[in-house]
T-cell receptor, first 116, second 111 residues
């Protein structure tokens, strides 16, 4: 997935521990998104960012926080991981042109998180 | 709740046949997109249709959009084994930059 990398790709952790997933892009795109994918639910938007320090909630933001201190990095943090947060997490980026344009997403390879 | 809902949830067809998937959504949109996901991989953008368009083609793909019914369809003609994947529709609402996905259709092409 050229231009976008997620780390770690796999992580196993215990309930109650903090976890941070990192999304890094080299495309200088304005928009960055975090989704989770679970069987039977498709992809659900957690948080997204429309610029440095500009973020907003998605459909399933409870239990998650994000930060974007520079254009290339978008961090997703689980302050205290729970078993219900076991999932595959995808980051996506978009050049975006605002509400009048089209945000076509390029996805990372995903991060598989298991919370025991 | 999710904006888009694909139908059917799963579809199996013979190689060479056409595959049709449908997507319904709830609120007014700027654009509707279709993505493909091969097993265990990230999603890949296939095609975008704007709210003022009714039909769009790209290779073997044909997308239609009916804003009055809040629905879209994706047709894949002359299916191939490599088309086996999950397909998702995604919408962006007029009011913000959120891009919301449906639950997807799992397409299986039988040899």
């Amino acid at each position: 997935d050229a231009g976008i990398t997620q780390s770690p790709r796999h992580k196993v952790t215990e309930t109650g521990t903090p976890v941070t997933l990192r999304c890094h892009q080299t495309e200088n795109h304005r928009y960055m998104y975090w989704y989770r994918q679970d069987p039977g639910h498709g992809l659900r938007l957690i948080h997204y960012s429309y610029g440095v320090k500009d973020t907003d909630k998605g459909e399933v933001s409870d239990g998650y926080s994000v930060s974007r201190s520079k254009t290339e990095d978008f961090l997703l943090t689980l302050e205290s991981a729970t078993s219900s947060q076991t999932s595959v997490y995808f980051c996506a980026i978009s050049e975006g042109t605002g509400n009048s344009g089209a945000n076509v997403l390029t996805f990372g390879a995903g991060s598989r998180l298991t919370v025991l | 709740s999710q904006q888009g809902e694909e139908d059917p949830q799963a579809l199996s067809i013979q190689e060479g046949e056409n595959a049709t998937m449908n997507c319904s959504y709830k609120t007014s949109i700027n654009n509707l997109q279709w993505y493909r996901q091969n097993s265990g991989r990230g999603l890949v953008h296939l095609i975008l249709i704007r709210s003022n368009e009714r039909e769009k083609h790209s290779g073997r793909l044909r997308v239609t959009l009916d804003t009055s019914k809040k629905s879209s369809s994706l047709l894949i003609t002359a299916s191939r084994a490599a088309d086996t994947a999950s397909y998702f529709c995604a919408t962006d609402a007029r009011r913000d930059d959120k891009i919301i996905f449906g639950k997807g259709t799992r397409l299986h092409i039988l040899p």
